[in-house]
């Protein structure tokens, strides 16, 4: 699928990242996220390196996975992106309005 707009590209990068991270294991689902699965995506895709200590991972794993099938669905995983655009968004925000005081 070419995507021609920037949105659009940014959401076929997101659905194309978790389905290749959710394909990996061979044993579990290949449309949901193991916790192997998400450990390795958060590293390499999200930059955070906190994910190497088990109980943080536990943690995270608890937090996303909301039906409690010990995986993390796309609806699970759009629910952590869209938070980190949010803080994404609210630190912008912060930056814009210092700067237009300082002006
Ligand atoms: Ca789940």
Do not use: W
Not at 18 to 23: D, K, P, T, V, W
Not at 46 to 51: A, E, F, P
Not at 81 to 98: K, P, Q, Y
């Amino acid at each position: 699928m070419a995507c021609k707009s920037r949105v659009s590209d940014a959401i076929a990068t997101l659905v194309g990242v978790f389905h290749e991270y959710a394909s990996k294991d061979c044993e579990e689902d290949h449309f949901k996220l193991s916790k192997s699965e998400l450990k390795e995506l958060m590293q390499k895709e999200l930059d955070m390196d906190n994910v190497k200590d088990p109980a943080k991972l536990d943690e995270l794993m608890k937090e996303l996975d909301e039906d409690g099938d010990g995986q993390v669905d796309f609806l699970e995983f759009v629910g952590l992106v869209a938070g980190m655009a949010c803080v994404c968004n609210d630190f912008i925000e912060l930056m814009l309005s210092e700067q237009a005081k300082s002006e």
